[in-house]
């Protein structure tokens, strides 16, 4: 993604009744104090949207809040 969604992926995938499902990721390289069992791909958040319409610029900084508040944590809190 670009400018203030930089860092962040966007995995999208279309779904039934013209939906769209859209995840954003963070890559992750794992050192000692992470604790993540390699490069991870984090799932920060996941949004719905209708055929034709874009998410709003508070869906995408609250996605930049939880990326924010996963980065800030060491170790990071994961889910397996």
Known sequence: MHDEMAGFYEVR?????RRH???????????????????????????VKAFRTVLSQHDYASVRRLGEEYLARTPRSVLR
């Open 13 to 17: 995938v279309d779904g039934p009744q």
């Open 21 to 47: 499902y859209r995840l954003f990721c963070l890559l992750e390289q794992d050192d000692a104090t992470k604790k993540l069992g390699g490069p991870s791909i984090i799932v920060v958040d996941g949004r």
